[in-house]
């Protein structure tokens, strides 16, 4: 699942996750991801923007994560300090990724979340 409120790096995410074979669903907002995931425990990997209007994702992951505690996440932020400033520590299975940010760094954080190592 890819989450964010700009309609730009949702594209962009799904352009440079295109040639990996994954399904992805996408949302524009916290409440509208959650909306969507029907059934939390049927995703693999949470994309979520750190800063977005209404429900952040950190919390996003929270509240999935509660359903489905192997869910791996990798939030994509210009402000990783806002994120540590909401959560002390990255849970197991999570990882952050900085704006701007590569294609080929999307997809080998991708990957390592997925599988463990750099390319899928």
Known sequence: MVVDDEVGMRELV???????????????????????????LALDLLITDEMMT??????LARRLRSANPSLKVLYLTGFSDHLFDAKNQLWDLEAF???PFSPE?????????VVGRLTL
Do not use: F, M, Y
């Open 14 to 40: 799904k352009r440079c996750l295109a040639d990996l074979s994954c399904n992805l669903t996408v949302a524009a907002s916290g409440e509208e991801a959650l909306a969507l995931a029907s059934d939390p």
């Open 54 to 59: 209404g429900i952040e994702g950190h919390e």
């Open 97 to 99: 990724l900085d704006k």
């Open 105 to 113: 760094g999307l997809r080998q954080a991708v990957a390592l979340l």
